[in-house]
C-alpha cells in the first residue's frame, strides 16, 4: 500500500514535469532552441495566480486562467524582443540570450515580490480516501494527471490534425521550405511560445498546489528536470515529454522513498544518462541517421 | 629576428598583457589603492578565468556545449582541500602545499573527467549538454553526502547516503579535524591561496591551452569541431582527441578549483552548481568562442560588473540580466555584423599591404 501511494505522488508529481516538458518540447521541435526561460515562466505564472486569487478575489480556476493569459503574452513578448532577432544565429547565442531571459524574469520577481517565499493556495483541496483510508489521494494529484493527459491528447490531435499544427510541424521539420509553401514561420513560431508558456502557466499552478512556497526560484530546478524528461522521452515527441515526465517523475518518488533522500536527484540523472547511452535520442525520439 | 607567425604572435600578446595586468594590480594592492572586498575578488577573477579559458577548449575548440563544468572545479576544490588540510602537520611550506593541492585537484578533476568522458563524448548536441549538466548535478549531489576527516592516523571518510550520519561517526582520535562536513561543505579550511599563485595558475592554463590549439593536436581537435565525418575520414581519432581535450579542459578546471577552495575558510557543494557552469558558460560566449584572450577579458569585466553595480543593490542582478541579453542581441545583430567585417576587411587589407610593402 506504501509503494502505493509513493507511485501515485510520483505520477502526479510526472504529470507536472510532463506538462512542462510538453512546452520545452514544443519549443525545441520547432525553434531547435533550449528555452532555458521556461522554468521562470513557470514561477510568474504561479505568482499571476497566487496574485490574482489573493487580491481580486477570483476563484482558483479563473485565477489559473488570468496567468494563462498573462503567460500567453509574456512569451509571444519575449520570443518577439529576444529570440527572432537571433532567428539565424549560433545556437549558443540564442542559449545565452535564454539565459539572460532567465535572470531577467527571475530578478524582475525579486524585485517586484521579495524573496520571501508567499504561501499558495491550491488550487482544489480535500483528498480522496481508497481501500478504508489506507490509500489517500489528493483531489490536486487527480486533477495535474487529468490536465496532463488532457493536454497531452489535445496536443497530438492539435499538431496532427489542425492546419496550424501542420504549419508547426513544416516548420519544425524545415523552415525555409515552410516559407516556400507559404507558410508564415514568424508567426508560427510566436504561437508556439504562446502555447509553451500557457501549458507554463498551468504547470505553476499546479506545481505550487504541491509544494506552495512560492519564490523567484521555484521554477528553476522543476524546469531543468523537465527538460531532462524532455530529452529522456526524445526531444521534439509530444508522447515523448509526456512518457519522460512520467517516468521521471516515478524514479523520482521511488528513489526518494526507498534509496535517499539526499540523493534522488542524482539517481534521477543517472537513468537519464543510461537511457541516453542505450537511446541516444531519447526513448520515443526518431534516430536519424548521419548522412555523408 | 625570426618573424613570428600570426598565432604565435597574438600569444605573446596575450601572455605580456597578462602578466602587465599582474604587475599593474600587484603594485595597486601594495601601495593600499585596493579596498579590502576589491582586492578580495582577485584570486576568484583568476580561478574563474581559468574556468574560462579551459571551458572554452571544451566548448569553442571541440565544439561541445558542457553544463556541468562546475562540477569539475567542485572535485577539484573538495580533493584540494582534504590534501591542504591533511597536508598541514607534515609539510609547512604554504607553497608547497598550496601547489600539491592544485595537482592533485587537476588529477582528480582529470579522471573524473576521462570517466565521464567515456558516455559523454559518444553524445552530440544538446544531448551532450544535458548529460553534461547531469553530471555535474551528480557530482554536487555526492559531495555533499561527503564526511571527511583527518587524524594521526590518516583521513577517515564516511558516504553518508542515509543523511543520518554527522561528523561524530568519523570517529577521529584527540587532535583530529573535521575537513568536509557533508552539505555545509568544507569548514574551518586554512585559506593558503593567493593572487600570485592565481596569477602563476592563470599562465599555466594560458601556456597549455594555448600551445595545444597550437599544436597538431589542437588542429586535430578543430577538425574535429569543423567536421567530424571528414576529420574521421582523413584518420583522425575522434574519440581520442575529444578525450584530450574534455581531460585537459577537466584538469585545468580542477586545478581552478583546489586554488578556489583554498581561499575560502567554508565552502559549500551547492556552490558549483549549474548557475555557476552557466556563469562561466556566459564568460566563454561573450568573450567569443575560441578566443582565449576574449575569454580573459570576459572573465574580467563580468566578473567586477555585478561588484561595481553593487551601488545600485537589488536592481545589480537585474542589469546584468539585461546588459547579457543586450549584448547577445548586438553581437549577432546582421546590420552591425556586416559593418563589423567591413571595417575588418578594411584593416586587413591595410594590413596586407603593408607586407607587401616591407
Redesign the interface.
Known sequence: MKFLAYLVSGISLGSIYAIIALGYTMV?GIAKM?NFAHGDVIMIGGYVSFLAAKNLGVPPLVSVLIAMAVCTVLGIVIEAL?YR??R???S??V???A???S??L???A??IWGANPKAYTPVVSGTLQLFDGQLSISYISLLTVACCIVIMVALTLFTGRTKMGKAMRACSEDKGAAQLMGINVNRTISLTFAIGSALAAIAGALLCSFSPALMPTTGSMPG?KA??AA?FGG?GSIPGAFLGGILLGVIEALARAY?????S??IV??V??IV??VR??GLLGKYTQ?K? | MKKLSKGARSDLITYAAVILAFIVVSVLKSNGSLNRSQSGLLVPICCYIVMAVSLNLT?GILGD?SLGHAGFMSVGAFTGVITAMSLMNVIPSVWLRLTLAMIVGAFFAAVIGFLIGI?VL??TG??L???T???G??IK??I??LLVGVDSEGLHIIF????SKTANDLKLLEGGRVIIKGAQGATGTKTIASFTAGFILVMIALVIVQNLIRSRQGRAIMAVRDNR?AAESVGINVTRYKMMAFVTSAALAGAAGALFGLNYSNLAATKFD?NTS?LV??FV??GG?GNIWGSIIATVVLYILPEALRGFA??R??I???V??VV??A????VLKTYREELRAKFSRKDKKEAADT
Do not use: H, K, W
Request: aromatic share 10%; proline share 5%.
Open positions: 525545441y533550449l529576444a532577432p537571433l539565424s544565429a549560433p549558443l547565442a542559449l545565452i540570450t539565459i539572460g531571459v535572470y531577467l527571475q530578478n524582475s525579486l524585485l531543468i527538460f531532462t530529452v526531444i534509496i535517499s533522500t539526499q540523493l536527484n542524482s540523472f543517472a537519464l544518462i541516453l547511452l541516444p535520442a548521419e555523408v | 566548448v556545449l558516455p559518444r553524445l544538446d544531448y549538454a544535458i548529460v549538466l547531469a553530471f548535478e551528480i549531489e555526492l555533499t553526502c553518508n547516503v542515509s543523511g565525418i549549474f552557466i558558460l556566459v560566449v561573450l568562442l537589488n536592481y542582478m537585474l546584468y540580466a539585461i547579457l541579453i547577445m542581441l553581437t549577432n545583430n546582421p
